[in-house]
């Protein structure tokens, strides 16, 4: 028997929230030059090319894995994108795939278990949670990539 824990916010506007997020992490992305976005770091950390390769392979299919209650391992990067467009343009079909499989989500399934990439057991809600909570960490090492690059980044409010 499925249980349905306290509401503190709908489907419709976690959704809202998260998209709100990735229309954020886009104008971070689009702000980059070119060849910063492949090659600038600061101490040791990753470029932002490839936090957003992490970005991209968590969200569609850790969401499409909770839909189809599929276990698949994590794979970052498995695309292998050369320019800065092909990010925006693979960040914009996500964008359409999670509204899709969003769609597919029932309010019950929240409080499911499932194990994300076969390494993370917890209730579908903290995973979703999750997936925000990491793009959010990773963006705000872009916002220190661009300051640093002498570039302004946008309000994090503004979403």
């Known amino acids: 028997m499925k249980t349905l824990a306290a509401q503190l916010i709908t489907p419709e ?8 997020h990735r229309a954020l992490t886009r104008r971070v992305i689009e702000l980059f030059p070119e060849k910063d976005f492949f090659e600038f770091s600061i101490g040791g950390m990753r470029t932002f090319s490839k936090l957003v390769d992490e970005l ?18 994590f794979t970052e990067g498995a695309e292998k994108l050369i320019f800065k467009a092909q990010y925006l343009e693979k960040w914009d079909q996500a964008t359409e795939e999670i509204n899709q499989y969003w769609q597919q989500l029932s309010i019950e399934d929240f409080n499911e278990t499932f194990n994300l990439f076969g390494q993370y057991e917890f209730p579908v ?11 959010v960490h990773h963006r705000g090492q872009g ?7 002498g570039i302004d980044p946008p309000f994090f409010w503004e979403r």
């Not at 991209?56 to 391992?73: C, D, F, Q, R, Y």
């Not at 809600?125 to 793009?135: A, G, K, P, R």
């Not at 916002?143 to 690059?149: G, P, Q």
Request: aromatic content about 12%.
């Open 143 to 149: 916002y220190v990539y661009l300051r640093a690059l």
């Open 56 to 73: 991209l392979g968590i969200a569609v299919p850790g969401l499409k894995g909770i839909v189809t209650k599929e276990t698949a391992p």
């Open 13 to 20: 506007d976690l959704l809202i929230h998260w998209q709100g």
């Open 125 to 135: 809600i903290q995973n979703i949670l999750y997936f925000v909570d990491n793009e």
